[in-house]
């Protein structure tokens, strides 16, 4: 049972319907392209389609590629297809029968495909009640709990649905992200609970109501589905106090492999935002190296993890599934990562990532645009580059929200990702900020170069993907004369470099796009 809605009441109800009868049920995300979509239906092989007026057009279009052979229904009257609600009334209705069984896939979840086409992860009902279980023991719920549920249902966001239900709960469903909206009704409906992912936490920090709104019932806000800045999580704690609880996990085993909670985030200084936290309670999570084995504190291994939680397989590729659990049962996620004596993983990089300069240092990208990004949050995202080069450069891209907040504070007209690439004093403040990130840096690591790209990059386009993933191999491919530019031995006025540090924490910078040293 696929469907292509936005967050609303009949979604969870079908997803519910099918989780109890057995079914296969398969959430699209609406931003993924419509060869994505068609993609999954025929992967999945589903059968029964529903949709709504406001994807009416994106369901036409896959209805003239995939056929009649589905059935077509709609949330909605529109006329265009069948009412599936209108249909179901006319239905004979009983005692609901639970038909599922713990091992059967009632889940099919499509990964975004930093590599290629998206997998499809099947997800069994013990997987599920795994998920929910991990929820419930990973932070402090708070009675009669209401959650607002922003992001779109078919991810993170919605693995939260039933846990809430369980505890008696109330859940509040928003369609997209709005932070005023968000704001307003955290005070009307009292929320206790919310799920974002870090661009939404940050766009709720920046917003102008944020100081005076009515936030004293958010008892927890969670934040997961992409690394989040440290620096922004402690101005998170200033600004709504102690209730925040960090989320690491993949769709092969969903939302809860590691957590930081509420008592985690206590202490801002104490370094601990930096780390992806500790396994979800009654969880098997180790470091294992190349050869399985298990490696010390300190030392580098891939984050594997083991157990109920983990998917069945990949549908329809078992060379792929081979490739990510082994013969011992560890899901292996590709990410690697350290053990601290406090027990907290501390993630590198993705292993697939890791990049190796012309002198043959090898560099972690990912703790290079951290370590940047900590200190500028004009930057949504940034890609390294330098791999077999002999200094690194970054494309750079504008955090839209912040982008947009910060014109605002500045009097500028245009908020365009055009305009503010080309600004002087936000290249002026991206230069200071990413010379101040490069402190943190090895000589081998440091952004010597870089342009800022005068797009937004949103989750599901072509740079990444819906979870937002860098897609770092298409990145290279379609922006190959940008990374040009950028090693050129007379670079263009689109090319910067960053401020140069005089001292640790002090940067000396006097113009916003001095190129004082070219290179071949």
Excluded at 228 to 254: H, N
Excluded at 479 to 485: L, N, V
């Amino acid at each position: 049972m696929a469907q292509l809605s936005g967050n609303r009441p009949e979604l969870f109800c079908i997803v519910a319907a099918a989780y109890i009868h057995g079914l296969r049920s398969v959430t699209l995300h609406a931003a993924a392209s419509i060869s994505d979509h068609a993609h999954i239906l025929r992967d999945s092989q589903a059968k029964l389609f529903i949709t709504e007026d406001y994807h009416a057009k994106s369901a036409a279009e896959l209805k003239a590629i995939a056929g009649e052979e589905l059935g077509w229904f709609s949330h909605d009257r529109n006329g265009v297809v069948r009412n599936f609600w209108a249909e179901a009334e006319a239905l004979a209705s009983g005692k609901i029968k639970v038909r599922s069984a713990p091992d059967r896939v009632i889940r099919l979840a499509y990964t975004g495909g930093t590599t290629g086409k998206s997998k499809g992860v099947m997800l069994t009902d013990r997987s599920l009640l795994t998920n929910t279980l991990l929820w419930l023991s990973a932070f402090a719920w708070p009675d009669q709990v209401r959650y607002l549920c922003v992001a779109p249902m078919s991810h993170g966001a919605g693995s939260l649905i039933l846990p809430v239900l369980m505890r008696g709960g109330t859940v509040v469903l928003h369609r997209g992200f709005d932070a005023g909206r968000i704001l307003a009704d955290i005070g009307h409906h009292d929320i206790d609970v919310i799920w974002l992912v870090p661009t939404m936490l940050y766009g709720l920090l920046d917003h102008e109501d944020t100081a005076r709104a009515e936030l004293s019932s958010l008892k927890a806000v969670v934040y997961s589905g992409a690394p989040a800045s440290p620096t922004r999580i402690a101005q998170a704690l200033d600004v709504l106090g102690p209730m925040m609880v960090q989320a690491y996990g993949q769709t092969e085993a969903p939302n809860t492999i590691l957590i930081l909670d509420q008592s985690d985030h206590s202490d801002a200084s104490s370094g601990r935002l930096h780390s992806a936290g500790r396994p979800a309670p009654g969880l098997q999570v180790a470091l294992l190296d190349e050869g399985g084995r298990q490696v010390g504190q300190g030392d580098v291994g891939e984050i594997c993890v083991r157990g109920p939680l983990v998917m069945r397989g990949y549908r329809n590729q078992p060379e792929r599934t081979a490739e990510a659990i082994d013969s011992d049962g560890w899901l292996h996620t590709g990410d690697i990562a350290t053990l601290d004596d406090n027990g907290d993983v501390w993630i590198i990089d993705r292993k697939e990532e890791l990049i190796t300069s012309a002198a043959g240092t090898t560099m972690s990208p990912c703790r290079i645009e951290k370590a940047i990004k900590a200190e500028c949050d004009l930057i949504g995202a940034m890609t390294t580059i330098g791999a077999a080069r002999s200094f690194n450069t970054a494309l750079i891209v504008l955090d839209a929200q912040t982008a947009i907040a910060y014109a605002a504070r500045n009097g500028l007209a245009d908020a365009s990702a055009q305009a503010l690439a080309a600004d002087a004093e936000v290249i002026a403040q991206i230069a200071t900020d990413v010379g101040r990130g490069n402190t943190k840096l090895s000589r081998a690591e440091r952004i010597e170069r870089f342009t800022v790209l005068p797009v937004f990059w949103e989750p599901g386009g072509d740079e990444m993907t819906l979870t937002m993933k860098l897609k770092r191999k298409r990145i290279a491919q379609k922006y190959a004369a940008e990374i040009a530019d950028l090693y050129s031995a007379e670079p263009p006025s689109t090319v910067h470099e960053p401020c140069t540090a005089t001292l640790p924490g002090r940067i000396s910078c006097s113009r916003a796009t001095p190129l004082r040293r070219t290179r071949s």
